[in-house]
């Protein structure tokens, strides 16, 4: 079992930085792909950006190109979500996430077996 803990949310103005930070626990982590979701208020949960096991692969949701990073720190048993150029409408509940299956990258909510409890981004305009 693998539980997941997301830290680094708070309240930003627009066009600011946050950096997320999601520590796993339970087992290592170091031979799954890792990925970030977040949910608005309203919304259905969507892909933000996924890692692969060794940091050498990384997927983005279009709408944050350009302005997130995700990366990962093995030894820490840690995953990143480096946020900056922060938009009103990136304002959601984060989450990170980790599937069991290992050598895939999975892109989908549904692909995901184990979820954090979230933080909280708020970006003001």
């Known amino acids: 079992q693998v539980q997941l803990v997301e830290s680094g949310g708070g309240l930003v103005q627009a066009g600011g930085s946050l950096r997320l930070s999601c520590a796993a626990s339970g087992r290592t982590v170091s031979t799954n792909s890792m990925g970030w979701f977040r949910q608005a208020p309203g919304k259905e949960r969507e892909f933000v950006a996924a890692?692969?096991?060794?940091?050498?692969?990384?997927f983005f949701a279009d709408s944050v190109k350009g302005r997130f990073t995700i990366s990962r720190d093995n030894a820490k048993n840690t995953v990143y979500l480096q946020m900056n150029s922060l938009k009103s409408e990136d304002t959601a509940v984060y989450y990170c996430?980790?599937?069991?299956?290992?050598?895939?990258?999975?892109?989908?909510?549904?692909?995901?077996?184990?979820w954090g409890q979230g933080t909280q981004v708020t970006v003001s305009s």
């Open positions: 890692i692969n096991w060794s940091g050498g692969s990384r």
């Open positions: 996430a980790a599937p069991r299956r290992i050598l895939v990258v999975p892109l989908r909510v549904e692909e995901y077996d184990y």
